[in-house]
């Protein structure tokens, strides 16, 4: 799974075309489904700048249902505010209710989620918007997206085993460490520092 909004608006595509394992990214599973759940056909999208700027989402959208009102709005404050560990502060509230007005404003049904960080403020996205919009999120569709592509391709774990998982970063392996255990609420173990060279050779 390649688990960053913008990373995969950026380069999916050439990464599904230079490994030989399946790459699944978050966009397209989240687009599917939030044209599965809208009954106006108006959604909206929340991310960051860069993952906007890219308009990957309105173009899956619009390839699903040329007919939809697709509205997008970037949100830089949340990512920060999320990684120092506010999830619930009158500021990041505050942020929130300034990014969802527009969407509410255009009658959004369906909103989608569009950053990897932003399930972890789910309870103030819903009672932001409100119990009549549905929120989409990567978290649940690219779960659903790589459990299905596991099947179909007959790589599932027996039933039996918990599976391994193995964690690697470009940039500082205690700062992921420490953000991914906060996030996965898990143990990371070792986390291994690789250079984007590195990863280029491999490729």
């Known amino acids: 799974e390649f688990a960053c909004n913008a990373a995969t608006s950026a380069a999916l595509t050439a990464l599904q075309e230079a490994l ?10 989240e687009a599917a489904a939030a044209v599965r759940a809208t009954r106006n056909r108006r959604i909206g999208l929340l991310a960051t700048q860069a993952t906007v700027t890219a308009g990957r989402y309105a173009q899956l959208v619009r390839a699903l249902d ?22 619930f502060s009158d500021e990041l509230v505050g942020a929130v209710r300034e990014y969802a007005t527009p969407l509410k404003e255009q009658g959004c049904d369906t909103v989608i989620l569009g950053c990897t960080h932003y399930p972890r403020l789910r309870p103030v996205f819903q009672r932001t918007f409100g119990r009549d919009v549905t929120l989409v999120f990567s978290s649940d569709e690219t779960a659903r997206e790589v459990a299905e592509t596991l099947a179909r391709k007959g790589f599932e ?5 918990e599976g391994v998982y193995r964690f690697l970063t470009t940039g500082d392996p205690e700062l992921f460490r420490e953000l991914g255990e906060r996030f996965l609420q898990l143990p990371l173990g070792d986390v291994e520092h690789v250079e984007v060279a590195e990863l280029e050779r491999v490729a």
């Open 66 to 87: 040329a007919g939809v009102r697709f509205a997008a709005v970037p949100c830089p404050k949340l990512v920060p505010l999320i990684e120092a560990g506010d999830t």
């Open 20 to 29: 030989t394992v399946p790459v699944v990214g978050v966009i397209a599973p």
């Open 157 to 161: 774990n027996e039933p039996d085993r």
